[in-house]
């Protein structure tokens, strides 16, 4: 196949909505992505329409190396690495390049900067960013340039609507579902008021929203809710005003932060019993003293990563201590790879245009190289990967997943209970 020189700059705008038909669409069965029929590659051949074809696969990272993330980043970069070698192994026809940037957090422009890298690199999907806050910062780089974006950790419900041409995915579900199981779990525990202390940004305030309506759904009451700003170090006064309304439960939505915010409600009497955490905290990595956290639980998007898939990420990095998004990393980086198959050429727009029918509504795979080969026969295919069962909506959101639930030790240390799975279609 020929490979087509690569446009640097921005891509023009074409379409208002994923999926919308374009000149040279080849279409290989009547209906798209449902009903398990025959491949219905939806996407032009090459950018354009122009019958060329992209011969190499370009992932960028914008994940975090620095910032209240930070500990994220490692899983995550396993993730993509992992999916790398998964599909060089699996015989992928596209050429794999993967080039990581930081995203820092939102006190820094470090992710923006990072965008506008991985575009003159000639990036055709980027994985990224961990945090919502900071995607927000570069979405529209991505979008204005036709770069498809997929985060592996964004949950803000704000993505859901965003006017992105089609662009911007997540193999993450929304906080509509994470809020709902977090919001089940305090109240199903008992505690029939709660507290929230609150990071004030898309993220936190969006899964706050979620998790306060199910706690008032389930009979509980709110009895307050703080913010902070990402940065902040001293939370002795948010946390005297939310022990004030005497919560039998205070969830900590919370990222870095959280390494002040727990010996402050510590110090002023809360146990660890009734705190509850979420995926922006729950770590192992806390320097408290040993008991600081036992009893304490959390919420995690995904269905835990199972030992087998562990020990393949550790290969990538042998120093791993958390594996939180590791699995969507990888899931992202598959499905961004199929779609490319299906579509026949590795550019952003064939990308974009086949993301939805590689992921529901035909023959179920698991296997890369199975679900290359189904393909390659003419299927349609059904992609489920180790975070879950995935099914994008129109929107680029999972309509389906997990959400783990985890509780601490008097190690400080966070083990799986069990998972709730849940239809944000419900």
Same mark, same amino acid.
Do not use: W
């Given at each position: 196949m020929q490979s087509f020189l690569r446009t640097k700059g921005p891509k023009p705008r074409r379409f208002a909505a994923l999926g919308a038909a374009t000149a040279g669409v080849l279409l290989l069965a009547a209906c798209s992505g449902g009903g398990g029929g025959a491949a219905t590659p939806s996407g032009s051949?090459?950018?354009?329409?122009?019958?060329?074809?992209?011969?190499?696969?370009?992932?960028?990272?914008?994940?975090?190396?620095?910032?209240?993330?930070?500990?994220?980043?490692?899983?995550e970069f396993a993730g993509v690495d992992l999916a790398a070698a998964d599909l060089e192994a699996a015989g992928f026809?596209?050429?794999?390049?993967?080039?990581?940037?930081?995203?820092?957090?939102?006190?820094?422009?470090?992710?923006?900067?990072?965008? $506008?890298?991985?575009?003159?690199?000639? &990036?055709?999907?980027? =994985?990224? #960013? %961990?945090?919502?806050? /900071?995607?927000?910062?570069?979405?529209?780089?991505?979008?204005?340039?036709?770069?498809?974006?997929?985060?592996?950790a964004n949950t803000s419900p704000d993505f859901s609507d965003y006017p992105d041409d089609g662009f911007y995915w997540r193999t993450a579900p929304s906080d509509v579902l994470q809020g709902r199981v977090l919001g089940n779990l305090m109240t199903g525990d008992g505690a029939a008021s709660?507290?929230?202390?609150?990071?004030?940004?898309?993220? $936190?305030?969006?899964?706050?929203?979620? &998790?306060?309506?199910? =706690?008032? #759904? %389930?009979?509980?009451? /709110?009895?307050?809710?703080?913010?902070?700003?990402?940065?902040?170090?001293?939370?002795t006064t948010q946390v005297q005003e939310i022990m004030a309304g005497q919560p039998d439960a205070i969830a900590i939505i919370a990222f870095a932060e959280t390494a002040q915010i727990v010996p402050e409600l510590v110090t002023q009497g809360f146990p660890a019993s009734g705190m509850y955490f979420v995926d922006g905290n729950l770590s192992n990595d806390y320097n408290f003293p040993e008991g600081t956290l036992d009893g304490a639980k959390g919420t995690l998007p995904g269905n835990p990563a199972d030992e087998t898939f562990r020990d393949r990420l550790l290969e990538q990095d042998p120093n791993l201590q958390d594996f939180s998004y590791g699995p969507e990393s990888y899931d992202a980086v598959i499905l961004a790879a199929l779609?490319?198959?299906?579509?026949?050429?590795?550019?952003a727009e064939t990308i974009r245009d086949?993301?939805?029918?590689?992921?529901?509504?035909?023959?179920?795979?698991?296997?890369?190289?199975?679900?290359?080969?189904?393909?390659?026969?003419?299927?349609?295919?059904?992609?489920?990967?180790?975070?879950?069962?995935?099914?994008?909506?129109?929107?680029?959101?999972?309509?389906?997943?997990?959400?783990?639930?985890?509780?601490?030790?008097?190690?400080?240390?966070?083990?799986?209970?069990?998972?709730?799975?849940?239809?944000?279609?419900?």
């Open positions: 051949a090459g950018p354009e329409g122009n019958g060329e074809v992209d011969t190499e696969f370009v992932v960028g990272t914008i994940l975090p190396q620095t910032g209240n993330l930070a500990f994220l980043g490692p899983p026809e596209f050429t794999i390049d993967v080039q990581h940037r930081d995203s820092g957090d939102t006190t820094t422009d470090i992710a923006t900067a990072s965008a $506008g890298e991985l575009i003159s690199a000639g &990036a055709d999907v980027v =994985v990224g #960013a %961990a945090s919502s806050g /900071v995607s927000f910062t570069f979405i529209d780089q991505l979008i204005d340039a036709g770069v498809v974006q997929i985060s592996p709660v507290g929230f202390i609150t990071i004030n940004d898309p993220y $936190g305030t969006g899964l706050q929203e979620n &998790a306060a309506m199910a =706690v008032e #759904a %389930a009979g509980g009451t /709110v009895t307050g809710s703080v913010l902070y700003n990402p940065g902040d170090t001293n939370f779609a490319a198959a299906q579509g026949g050429s590795a550019d086949n993301l939805q029918s590689v992921s529901e509504g035909g023959t179920k795979c698991t296997d890369v190289a199975e679900c290359l080969q189904l393909i390659a026969d003419g299927e349609d295919i059904d992609y489920d990967g180790p975070s879950g069962p995935i099914e994008f909506d129109e929107n680029g959101d999972p309509t389906e997943a997990y959400i783990g639930i985890y509780q601490y030790g008097a190690d400080n240390q966070y083990t799986f209970l069990n998972a709730e799975f849940g239809s944000l279609n419900e």
